[in-house]
């Protein structure tokens, strides 16, 4: 709904949230700054260039959609469902859309039940939202945006990007694949209806004497595959099969 169904106001929303500041400063590099859709980590898949913290243009483009300086853009709210960290963030960018945009934002909080239905109904301005990849291909990020998909709660959709995902579906040179996908989310990025602000990450305090766990894009480590050395004082890790060994302790 307005302003928000305007292309260029989304841009501007977009290049004015400084992910570097929340991910680094505000949850003090616990997270990983990221500014594409799909997480790294997908082999074969060469994400492209991400969104960029660039407050100018952001309000080149606002100026374009006829808000110059904020004038006369109306008041939108973030949606948030109860956690510190969630209203951290959102004040933190509520903070940064006012100062660099110059437009009125206020928090609105609700609880999980409330917040799903007011999410799926799309009943919001603009709302948190996450995602944790089913399989390990970046099109478990990307059909999320698909016109009319169940997790697509923003009301945005466009037949080039459905046509992009759809024709990825049937391409069996994977290298082609990738490259098509890889389109689709550069057509997301810029559209601007989501604006992803970090990867999700993990800590795991491992003992020295326990083998086989190993770094892996889905965090995902099987059990028949991790053993005990007792021998770990006097013998190296054993380098795991295609990989290498991961190290022990804090990761």
């Given at each position: 709904r307005p302003p928000l169904n305007h292309p260029d106001v989304r841009r501007a929303l977009k290049l004015s949230v400084d992910r570097d500041a929340i991910a680094n400063d505000l949850l003090k590099g616990s997270?990983?700054?990221?500014?594409?859709?799909?997480?790294?980590?997908?082999?074969?898949?060469?994400?492209?260039?991400?969104?960029?913290?660039d407050p100018p243009k952001a309000r080149e483009y606002l100026a374009r959609a006829g808000f110059p300086g904020g004038r006369g853009f109306p008041k939108i709210s973030i949606l948030?469902?109860?956690?510190?960290?969630?209203?951290r963030i959102a004040e933190a960018i509520q903070a940064m859309w006012k100062r660099e945009l110059g437009i009125?934002?206020?928090?609105?909080?609700?609880?999980?039940?409330?917040y799903l239905q007011a999410t799926s109904a799309l009943k919001y301005d603009v709302a948190r939202r996450s995602w944790i990849g089913d399989y390990l291909d970046p099109n478990t990020f990307l059909s999320c945006y698909v016109t009319g998909d169940g997790?697509?709660?923003?009301?945005?959709?466009?037949?080039?990007y459905d046509r992009m995902?759809?024709?990825a579906a049937k391409e069996l040179d994977p290298a082609r694949r990738f490259s098509i996908l890889r389109e689709a989310e550069i057509l997301l990025l810029d559209e601007g209806p989501v604006i992803p602000i970090?990867?999700?990450s993990t800590n795991e305090l491992v003992k020295p004497?326990?083998?086989?766990?190993?770094r892996t894009p889905l965090d995902i480590h099987p059990l028949t595959r991790v053993?005990?050395?007792?021998?770990?004082?006097?013998?190296?890790?054993?380098?795991?099969?295609?990989?290498?060994?991961?190290?022990a302790g804090a990761r």
């Open positions: 997270r990983r700054p990221w500014g594409n859709f799909a997480p790294s980590g997908y082999p074969g898949y060469q994400n492209p260039p991400g969104i960029r913290y948030i469902n109860t956690s510190e960290d969630h209203r009125p934002v206020e928090v609105f909080n609700q609880e999980w039940g409330s997790n697509n709660r923003t009301g945005w959709g466009d037949p080039r995902l759809r024709e970090y990867h999700y004497y326990v083998r086989g766990i190993y053993w005990i050395d007792h021998e770990w004082e006097r013998a190296t890790a054993p380098v795991a099969a295609g990989g290498t060994t991961s190290p």
